[in-house]
């Protein structure tokens, strides 16, 4: 780990600086108005020295002494030749010329995309992907994304876990905008507290993440951008209904207020009332619940003092019941009489962003991050009273600049997290308090063409964690065109929330125990874990139609894990790992454009996750040795009169068997077998736009209507000993068919 440590910090003094010329060109559109021009060609006269200016307009190029002439031109602009006599930075604007022909050019925007520039293996989906299953919330966001692994945790509650690289979404650093949300009482349901709707974009890191977001991230980091009101549109409805009487409304309306200041009001509401119980088990398959959901969001511009602020208030209240049909809240709650569960959930948030771009020196940029959460769960499940109030401060200040030119980029800045918790389970009172105070630093070196470095470095003090440091590093290689190899490197450590993570425990009649007692949260010691990962991306052009295919491997070593131990079926027993816990992931994926509008994606993933327990090293329960993952889909051409389009959309995914925990010591009648069947499931959805204001929409899920039969160990005797809701592998509902509508007012 040392030379780790040295390598990192002694990588940005070890990069050589050449004299470099540093700029942005600009275009005047809409009056005195001035825009960034991408794509500008900027080199030296009598050279084959030259630049690309990028997305913001800025280029970086070499300098020489005997260089004194800098051309710069784009089609349609005038081209322009600069004297230069010394390295300094330039801003320059190009006129455009008014004897061109007008020339309209059409692309197909790809609803994920990767990146071959980013050092990090990032996959960002837009909200052109996320339309593909009328996605609901984030935790049905994934359906047609094969990085991320989506199954239900238990029988009773209805809630969606997600996992990746064979790790479960705790050990993920979940954010919205940059800003950690998903964490400690909001683990386990909070996935379902931000409505699809309101998303822009979704960016998937597998790997160790950046040291700017905190030290927490394992296997990776999933970030949410919301909609931005300054462009979202200004009026949005969405109207959704099931076949199982799942009823949802969206509905966003935002406003400009002044030249700088735009507001949006978000509205979510979801209800389903119906009990349905297929399976004839006597518990419901899922849940009766109702939510609402409501945010305000602020967006403040100002591009010529280089400042961009967001503001956001939420307010969320979430309400479910499950268990037994015959189950009645107001006479059978905490009682024998039948088995049921509420869980009530109220969380009110405020978040805050600023960033200053120095509009002199473009380079240097600083951003302040803030947010207050309070997360307030009543809950019980049969006897098992489970409540928790979570209150959390976060903070961070983000400064960033450049050494000698652009090629050698940093950040760093402070970070301060506060978070109390105050729990009552197992009939004992559970009250903590966590603060973190941490400084870190960044170093990126890009040569955009070949090699992209980035070491980062963060220390933290901790109250119960003690004093730490965190090293991540991330490298990315094109060897040749359309290609980038990427390596990373990096260390987590967390507080694990045994009862907030893992509440389907409380669904069972096993007994739970803390078998170590000496650590700083519920006597165990802090979560640690390596992450190593290599991936390769290539894009391809087959019979003219452009491709890429993708491999990636990651492992994941822990120094310390608190071990969830499911091997003795009469307990949970959570303690310290001794020995050996891992999890090796290996995915290939294929994206190909057969044809015109028709796109296909293909991936096989293996997964290979062992912990030593107790009884001895296994595989994790519950987790398929091998997914095969397949995803088409095709639009007709737009009707260029009508603006109207059909969108076909299907998604098989195919699980091998999973192995179950232990059942060998239950009476013989509440024995299961040692793995589970293969499951495989199909979705589809048709969507029908009739023009850029209207459309609608038609899916269903699981239409091959693969069911568990039996998802629920002991149904008949609930309150019995060998009741168990959490062997649950596949589908318990069957089919559901959905339809709904968009209405959008630009």
């Not at 949006?264 to 849940?287: A, R």
């Not at 569960?341 to 405020?350: A, K, L, P, Q």
């Not at 009476?667 to 589970?676: A, I, N, V, W, Y």
């Not at 959805?685 to 038609?698: A, D, G, I, N, R």
Request: hydrophobic share 35%; glycine share 6%; charged share 20%.
């Amino acid at each position: 780990m040392k030379k780790i440590i040295y390598i990192i910090v002694l990588l940005p003094l070890i990069m050589f600086s050449q004299d470099k010329i540093d700029g942005i060109i600009t275009e005047k559109i809409d009056g005195n108005k001035t825009f960034p021009l991408a794509g500008a060609n900027v080199f030296w006269l009598d050279t084959s020295v030259g630049a690309v200016t990028d997305i913001d307009g800025k280029f970086s190029i070499p300098y020489q002494p005997s260089y004194t002439k800098l051309i710069i031109s784009y089609v349609g602009f005038k081209t322009d030749t600069l004297t230069i006599t010394k390295p300094k930075f330039i801003r320059h604007l190009l006129e455009a010329t008014s004897d061109l022909d007008e020339i309209t050019l059409t692309a197909r925007k790809r609803a994920t995309t990767r990146s071959y520039m980013s050092s990090q293996n990032i996959m960002t989906i837009s909200s052109d992907e996320l339309l593909k299953a009328a996605c609901c919330n984030l935790s049905e966001s994934f359906e047609t994304n094969p990085s991320i692994d989506v199954n239900f945790s238990d029988a009773v509650t209805g809630t969606r876990q997600i996992k990746m690289l064979g790790l479960t979404s705790k050990y993920i650093l979940i954010t919205t905008e940059n800003i950690p949300s998903i964490r400690g009482a909001s683990q386990a349901y909070g996935l379902s507290f931000i409505p699809g709707t309101w998303v822009e974009s979704i960016q998937i890191t597998k790997g160790a993440g950046s040291v700017v977001n905190g030290f927490e991230s394992i296997a990776g980091q999933i970030n949410a951008e919301l909609q931005k009101p300054s462009k979202d549109n200004k009026f949005f409805l969405n109207l959704y209904g099931a076949s199982n009487q799942r009823l949802e409304l969206n509905t966003n309306f935002n406003t400009k207020v002044s030249d700088k200041w735009s507001t949006g009001f978000y509205i979510h509401g979801n209800t389903h009332q119906e009990k349905h119980d297929v399976n004839d088990d006597g518990f419901l398959d899922m849940p009766l619940y109702n939510q609402i959901n409501v945010m305000n969001r602020w967006q403040y511009t100002n591009p010529e003092k280089g400042l961009v602020s967001f503001i956001n208030v939420r307010y969320l209240n979430d309400q479910k019941q499950s268990g037994e049909l015959n189950f009645n809240p107001d006479t059978d709650r905490l009682t024998t009489n039948a088995w049921g569960s509420e869980i009530d959930t109220e969380r009110f948030e405020v978040s805050a962003k600023l960033g200053y771009v120095n509009p002199e020196i473009p380079w240097q940029s600083l951003g302040v991050q803030f947010a207050f959460s309070n997360h307030n769960q009543d809950s019980y499940f049969g006897l098992n009273q489970y409540d928790i109030n979570h209150n959390s401060i976060y903070s961070n200040v983000i400064y960033n600049s450049i050494i000698s030119d652009s090629r050698h980029k940093i950040k760093t800045g402070l970070g301060f997290t506060y978070d109390h918790y105050d729990e009552f389970a197992l009939g004992n009172d559970f009250e903590r308090s966590e603060r973190s105070a941490g400084a870190f630093f960044e170093y990126a070196y890009d040569n955009l063409d070949k090699l992209t470095i980035t070491a980062g470095l963060r220390f933290d003090t901790h109250n119960l964690l003690g004093e730490f440091i965190t090293p991540r590093l991330h490298a990315r290689y094109t060897p040749w065109e359309k290609s980038a190899f990427r390596a990373s490197i990096g260390r987590g450590k967390r507080s694990a929330n045994i009862f907030a993570e893992n509440q389907n425990i409380f669904a069972t009649s096993r007994s739970i125990n803390i078998l170590d007692t000496n650590g700083s949260i519920y006597g165990l010691d802090p979560e640690i874990a390596w992450n190593y990962g290599v991936s390769y991306l290539q894009g391809f052009n087959l019979f003219g139609r452009k491709g890429d295919v993708t491999f990636d491997y990651y492992r994941t070593d822990f120094e310390n894990q608190v071990v969830v131990d499911w091997e003795n079926p009469q307990e949970v027993n959570f303690y310290n790992l001794e020995g050996d816990s891992f999890a090796n992931s290996f995915q290939v994926e294929l994206n190909y454009n057969v044809f015109e509008q028709f796109d296909l994606r293909t991936a096989y993933k293996y997964y290979d996750v062992q912990t030593q327990y107790l009884t001895g090293k296994l595989a994790k329960p519950l987790i398929p040795k091998h997914r095969f993952f397949a995803n088409a889909s095709y639009e007709t051409p737009i009707n260029d009169d009508k603006l109207s389009q059909w969108k076909f959309d299907v998604t098989y995914n195919w699980l091998s068997e999973q192995r179950f925990s232990s059942t060998s010591t239950n009476p013989e009648g509440f024995r299961l077998s040692e793995e589970s069947p293969t499951v495989g499931t199909v979705n589809l959805q048709v969507t029908k736009v009739f023009s850029p204001k209207f459309e609608v929409y038609l899916g269903g899920e699981n239409v091959t209507n693969v069911r568990q039969d039996n998802p629920i160990l002991g149904a008949d005797d609930p309150f019995g000993s060998n009741f168990d809701t959490t062997f649950v592998y596949g589908p318990i509902f069957g089919s559901m068919y959905y339809a709904g509508l968009r209405y959008k007012i630009k």
